[in-house]
C-alpha cells in the first residue's frame, strides 16, 4: 500500500500528534516498525493475525530503580495495519490509533484502561 519511507513517515505523524506533555514524559523508550510480529510476539498475546502494535518494557508507572536497563520498546507492525485498512486516510487513523494506545501501555494503562481512554479520545475528536 506504501512505500517503507511512507509507512514509516505515518508513525511520526502519529508520535507528532501526541501532545507535547505526554511526549515529554516518555522516558527510556524506543519506537521501530516491523512488517508483521515475530511467532513469540504472536504466541506471546495468544491473538493470530491482528497485532498492530506493541508494547514490551517496563511501565512507568511501576518503575523502581531503572538503570542501566535496555530501552522499553513499541512495535508498530506495518503488514497487519496494511491489511486492515480500507483505503490511505483509515490507514492513517489506524496508525495514529496503534502509536496511542502502544504509548499509553508505556505509561501503564491496561487494555481496558485504553479501551477507555481511547473513548474519550474519540468523543474529544468529534
Known amino acids: 500500500m506504501l512505500t517503507e519511507e511512507g509507512f514509516k513517515q505515518l508513525v511520526e505523524e502519529g508520535i507528532k500528534d501526541i501532545p507535547e506533555r505526554i511526549l515529554k514524559n516518555m522516558g527510556n523508550v524506543e519506537i521501530c516498525i516491523e512488517e508483521e510480529p515475530n511467532s513469540f ?41 496494511e491489511r486492515m485498512a480500507k483505503d490511505k486516510e483509515d490507514l492513517k487513523r489506524i496508525v495514529k490509533d496503534t502509536v496511542w494506545h502502544e504509548i499509553a501501555h508505556h505509561f501503564g494503562f491496561s487494555e481496558e484502561g485504553v479501551r477507555n481512554l481511547s473513548s474519550k479520545r474519540n468523543k474529544n475528536e468529534n
Request: glycine content about 8%; charged content about 30%.
Open 41 to 81: 510476539q504472536v504466541k506471546r498475546l495468544k491473538e493470530r493475525g491482528n497485532v498492530l502494535g506493541l508494547y514490551e518494557g517496563v511501565p512507568k508507572n511501576i518503575r523502581c530503580s531503572y538503570c542501566f536497563i535496555l530501552p522499553d520498546k513499541i512495535t508498530i507492525f506495518r503488514k497487519p495495519i
